[in-house]
């Protein structure tokens, strides 16, 4: 309730009402038609009406069998479930590197990425952060959802947020997962 109440009091200042859905896997899934279409309608007609979903969890009844884990895989359903073209992951680096750049100061930020092989899925590595179960691993792992759905995905850094803006302009921003076409 604190984080909603938060949320509504950041956005209204800039004109914009939120709204909070919590779900479950079975909402999401392909064979819950039901209730994945009862989701997709919902944020639709919010989207309709100028409100800003805030999408999360229902951890009071999701259980082992049907939790979704984390936040990167959770927008990367949602995103497939109301196919969307771009997913933007933010994160405290800005993006996937040929090393972690918080240990090697050689590391390379890696631009644009086609396919997520064995090489890259390494690159990710476990979680890193302290706040969260997720690091670089859900975020490929959620890339990967993307990419086999046709979603564009940009991992970035949340603390740059007029990178959003970048993105939007189609200018390169953080690491691109997209899936070349067969005309590449």
Do not use: W
């Amino acid at each position: 309730c604190e984080l909603m109440y938060f949320y509504d009091k950041l956005f209204s200042e800039y004109n914009h009402i939120v709204a909070q859905i919590l779900i479950t896997a079975p909402d999401l899934s392909d064979g819950a038609s039901h209730r994945a279409s009862n989701f997709r309608n919902t944020l639709e007609r919010l989207l309709q009406l100028g409100a800003l979903p805030v999408i999360n969890e229902n951890d009071t009844v999701s259980t082992d069998e049907i939790v979704i884990g984390d936040n990167d895989t959770l927008a990367a359903i949602v995103a497939k479930s109301v196919g969307a073209k771009l997913l933007v992951l933010l994160s405290d680096i800005d993006g996937l590197y040929t090393a972690d750049p918080h240990r090697d100061p050689n590391a390379k930020l890696i631009s644009s990425i086609s396919e997520i092989t064995e090489e890259i899925r390494r690159l990710g590595g476990g979680s890193a952060s302290s706040q969260g179960t997720g690091g670089m691993a859900t975020k490929l792992h959620a890339a990967q959802m993307c990419m086999d759905c046709g979603c564009r995905l940009v991992i970035t850094n949340g603390r740059r947020p007029e990178a959003l803006y970048d993105i939007l302009d189609g200018k390169s921003v953080g690491t691109t997962f997209q899936r070349r076409q067969p005309h590449d």
